[in-house]
């Protein structure tokens, strides 16, 4: 089973030795939006106008999907709006718990519990297969930083990247001030595949647009 988009942006997001998520307060936004592309692909929902509909509730064969699709479908009913940033808001700290949980059950990370000054409990996942990061990395630096041909979901993960403002657990050696604007330019200049180029296109400005509203509300 391949990873899926939102697993492949929390592996990039831990730490290999801490087992701790870099950029955290970030990652819930773009990894909710990665879950709902990915249910995009597969035919379950919708995207367009700024608004969400779940048009399948069979399941994908994909735990992490599933849930969410699901939750999603039960959200959405009886609504008459059905703003994207709404959903990605009210899920993403669910959904970075689903991925964490999901790569355990791969068996890419495990789980490891305790807790800080005896009081406040904590959770890491310490990397067990380092193979797929690897080859996610590899995959990301030919796109962005050697300008090669990627395929239309690599191109997908290094939008909703761009758009959580998440340079950092991409390029982790790289000054933001040399990727951010390849990263930019590739998104713009990647011509994916149009069944997918509006999903890609309305997440991403759904995703920067939470992330504005975010940084708005926290001045």
Do not use: N
Request: hydrophobic share 45%; charged share 30%; net charge negative.
């Amino acid at each position: 089973m391949a990873v899926t988009l939102p697993e492949e942006m929390m592996l990039l997001s831990l730490d290999d030795e801490s087992g701790q998520a870099k950029d955290g307060l970030m990652l819930g936004l773009p990894l909710s939006g990665a879950i709902v592309l990915e249910l995009a692909f597969a035919g379950r929902v919708t995207l367009a106008d700024g608004q969400v509909r779940v048009v399948d509730t069979r399941p994908t064969g994909v735990e992490l999907l599933d849930g969410r699709l699901a939750a999603l479908a039960a959200w959405t009913e009886g609504r008459r709006r059905t703003k994207i940033g709404d959903w990605l808001m009210k899920d993403q700290r669910t959904s970075v718990r689903a991925a964490e949980e999901s790569l355990c059950r791969r068996g890419l990370v495990t789980e490891e519990k305790h807790k800080v000054l005896g009081l406040i409990p904590v959770r890491r996942y310490p990397e067990v297969d380092g193979s797929v990061e690897r080859e996610l990395r590899e995959r990301l630096t030919d796109a962005v930083l050697r300008g090669e041909e990627a395929d239309d979901r690599t191109a997908a993960l290094i939008a909703l990247l761009q758009a959580g403002l998440l340079h950092r657990i991409a390029f982790p050696g790289v000054p933001r001030r040399e990727v951010e604007p390849r990263m930019k330019a590739f998104t713009e200049g990647h011509g994916v595949a149009e069944s997918i180029r509006a999903a890609v296109g309305a997440m991403y400005a759904a995703v920067a647009a939470a992330m504005v509203a975010t940084a708005a509300g926290a001045v």
